[in-house]
């Protein structure tokens, strides 16, 4: 069947306020690149070796400027479609789920080879599933144009306004820790962990949908992500607390991301933006619903006083990050595409490896409708 057209609901939003200074995380961004990296030993005359895919390694262009996102019509291609999977998992492809709720491993397809109702299957099944590595695949060798076409298909592919990307592709946010690099020791001496769950770039209008991250080069052990089902968060809360936190809307801010680009000599590619997004939103394929508020973006709660705010996001984002029972694990492989659905889980890098190996990721985040939510039912 034809995928369907999401209208988002368009209440009136109130408006939003800058938090004060002392709310703000502005450190914590640990998957977002330094703003320099020694070239020598990416190119390899030093005592690493040479960067497998030079043509992904990280520019910041300070001329590239953009202006604000324009509202649009999000196509949802995972609405309406053949929950067989005959064309998704076709040929014999072996499955196998992590957990019972969320993670999923595919091996012997290969997802840039789908045809469109293959690619309308491919967004049901990570938006039921929430993620899913497909090993042995071919993207790091297509050509970044190949790449980006491919993605855009599932919507307008944002452009992050402070990362690192390809020279030429600023649609390609790039996730890098160098050859030689060790400052997560440094970085370590300050905290306890490298933990910091989140969401991608919720104070965008309109927040990514399904994305798609793919493995260059990793380290020899080390480096894993870590998901968390914001569905099956939701389904844990007492009949009494979903209720209440229905109607409920949260200020998601960018400033914080920026000022700290800035403060440190970064690009700014865009000016930075709040929004304001229901707590718990509603997926317009599955029609699931899930918790929508991270410790990286979320400011706090529109009409509630700050301490009673913080108590309340303070218990949410606690309940998301120990909830192991419902967190999946991917452990990289090369030539291993990870695709999750921003929508419905939360999502952490770990710096656990200390011996300056070359960690190379990229990501193409098509954008989505903005978030709504439909009434509560017990």
Do not use: C
Request: hydrophobic share 35%.
């Amino acid at each position: 069947m034809a995928p369907s057209t999401i209208e988002t609901p368009s209440p009136r939003e109130p408006p939003v306020a800058k938090p004060p200074l002392d709310q703000a995380t502005t450190g914590n961004y640990k998957e977002h690149l330094p703003i320099a990296y020694d070239k020598d030993a990416e190119e390899g005359r030093k005592s690493y070796s040479a960067a497998k895919y030079p043509n992904y390694l990280p520019t910041w262009d300070h001329s590239q400027k953009y202006p604000p996102l324009e509202p649009f019509t999000h196509l949802e291609r995972g609405k309406d479609v053949d929950t067989s999977y005959e064309e998704l998992l076709a040929n014999g492809a072996k499955v196998t789920h992590l957990t019972p709720t969320i993670g999923t491993e595919v091996d012997g397809i290969q997802i840039s080879k789908l045809s469109p109702a293959g690619k309308n299957q491919l967004a049901r099944y990570v938006a039921e599933r929430k993620v899913v590595a497909f090993r042995k695949q071919d993207f790091a060798s297509l050509s970044i144009p190949e790449a980006l076409e491919f993605a855009r298909y599932f919507g307008p592919l944002h452009i992050h306004p402070t990362s690192g990307s390809p020279a030429g592709y600023p649609e390609i946010h790039l996730v890098h820790r160098a050859a030689g690099d060790t400052s997560a020791s440094k970085f370590l001496e300050t905290r306890n962990s490298s933990v910091a769950w989140h969401s991608d770039v919720t104070y965008e209008r309109q927040p990514p949908g399904i994305a798609f991250l793919y493995m260059l080069e990793k380290p020899e052990t080390g480096g894993d992500t870590l998901f968390a089902n914001t569905v099956e968060a939701y389904r844990r809360l007492s009949p009494v607390l979903q209720e209440r936190l229905h109607g409920l809307q949260a200020v998601h801010s960018g400033v914080e991301q920026a000022n700290a680009s800035v403060s440190r000599g970064g690009v700014l590619r865009r000016e930075p933006v709040q929004s304001v997004h229901p707590i718990v939103r509603t997926h317009p394929a599955t029609g699931e619903k899930a918790l929508f508020i991270n410790p990286q973006s979320t400011r706090g709660i529109v009409g509630m006083k700050q301490e009673e705010s913080d108590m309340l996001l303070s218990f949410l984002f606690n309940h998301i990050a120990f909830g192991a029972d419902f967190h999946s694990r991917v452990k990289w492989e090369e030539d291993t595409v990870v695709v999750w659905d921003n929508r419905v889980t939360q999502h952490t890098a770990l710096i656990d490896w200390k011996d300056g190996q070359r960690r190379h990721i990229a990501r193409i985040t098509p954008l989505a409708e903005k978030p709504y939510e439909t009434p509560f039912k017990r």
